[in-house]
């Protein structure tokens, strides 16, 4: 048995390791910094405007819910801060993603392109942008009276978490999106229901106890609240749901990276 395990690890990192892996990711890093420099290259403020994004949607919650209907949330600019950041990494690799396959033709129709990288390189490119952000928000929970605890060595975990869990959804989605162009706009739609579904501008525990279920059923609930109790409560997130949310995500990869491959052989010619 332990033979066995060994020789499977041995061929784990052989994998891993190889030089065709090599290849897919310089192509990854690549495809990125284009994505990066070709998303800024007329825009006055640059890559500043995913900060600005944020602090504006921020500027508005905060004054309706804060100063309007008053709200009791302690610390409640930074932990919408947070919920948005968290929110806006995956609506935008979404949003983004379902579209990630028509918007680039020219690529597709490239003999031997690994089509299958183009989903993982929009989400790596707006991980860019939540990390970018990540520093702005340590310094405004410093100003708000946050002390930070030593649960932030669990933050990559939830980003791994959260990172899985897209990409399986956008797998499904983009190679939908080739055959049936209303699959984004409805992404869209489904989109803003799950923005107000999610407690971003409120807290888990204002939801009345008859809907709590429902809640339960939502991801990013989850992964919002789990990135709010490390660097807000500095609290260790609950795992058990996390681990829920870590089974959905191995198996929308799974399911979805399978969806895309076999879809991938229609896309030049339906492009």
Known sequence: MNHRLAIAQRNFFQKLFSRDVHHLWDLVIQLVSRELKLRYKRSVLGIAWTLLNPLLQLLVFATVFRGVLQLNIPHYASSVF???????????SLTDGTGVINANPTLIRQPGFPSIILPIVVILVHMVH????????????????????????????????QLGFTAGLS????????????TRYTVGVLLQLLFYATPIFYDLSHIPVRYQFWYQLNPIAH??????????QGVPPNWFPLLGVGVVAIGLFMVGRTYFMVQSDRFVEEL
């Open 82 to 92: 947070c919920g948005l950041m968290v929110w806006n990494w995956f609506q935008s």
């Open 130 to 161: 939540f990390l970018l952000a990540l520093p702005v928000l340590v310094i405004f929970l410093l100003i708000d009276g946050v002390m930070l605890q030593t649960t932030l060595w669990q933050l990559p975990l939830l980003m791994l978490l």
């Open 171 to 182: 797998y499904i989605l983009a190679a939908t999106n080739v055959m049936f162009h209303d």
């Open 223 to 232: 992964l919002v609240t789990a990135y709010r109790g490390i660097l807000i």
